[in-house]
């Protein structure tokens, strides 16, 4: 049966194989990473550790070599191998697309409202991670279908404060 008389018939149809695909997500992969491995050298210490000891820096920069070495793996394979099958995956439909660019301008927002630190208001200073960090949660939860109320607020309020006290508060990491 050609793939004109599948589609005919109404019977599932995977995404076609595509290697400038793959290739492009090698690249970016790259990119991405590269970029978090530049950085992940500018994060801001309150005390510089003794040598041989471990400090703010030291995790984040582990993953980020991890993953340039797994994103040049990926590019490499993507240009010397065929483009692999992908009849297990479904074609491009337009609510994913919508889903992914809600999911970048919701991030791009959470990154620019956490680069503002902290703002004052009416006399008191307000810390903006935790709401930025809620906001963004919450967000991200009702994109991607979850309506539950209470427990969309749970969810966020407890992750939220969770972070903030573990990074924030213990480890005394700027946030």
């Known amino acids: 049966?050609?793939?004109?008389?599948?589609?005919?018939?109404?019977?599932?149809?995977?995404?076609?194989?595509?290697?400038?695909?793959?290739?492009?997500?090698?690249?970016?992969?790259?990119?991405?990473?590269?970029?978090?491995?530049?950085?992940?050298?500018?994060?801001?210490?309150?005390?510089?550790?003794a040598p041989g000891q471990i400090d703010a820096r030291f995790w984040p920069m582990v993953l980020a070599v991890i993953g340039v070495v797994v994103a040049i793996a990926i590019l490499v394979m993507a240009i010397v191998r065929p483009a692999p099958g992908r009849e297990d995956l479904e074609r491009i439909q337009r609510q994913g697309v919508v889903r992914v660019l809600a999911t970048l301008v919701i991030s791009v927002a959470f990154i620019a409202l956490w680069s503002l630190g902290s703002v004052i208001l009416f006399g008191y200073r307000i810390e903006v991670f935790p709401i930025a960090a809620a906001l963004l949660m919450a967000s991200l939860m009702l994109v991607y279908g979850h309506r539950r109320w209470l427990s969309l607020i749970i969810y966020t309020a407890s992750l939220t404060a969770f972070i903030y006290v573990v990074f924030g508060m213990l480890l005394r990491i700027p946030l």
């Open 1 to 49: 049966m050609s793939s004109s008389e599948v589609a005919d018939s109404g019977e599932y149809q995977g995404a076609r194989p595509s290697r400038p695909l793959e290739i492009a997500f090698g690249i970016v992969a790259v990119a991405v990473t590269a970029g978090y491995l530049a950085l992940t050298t500018q994060i801001d210490l309150r005390r510089e550790a």
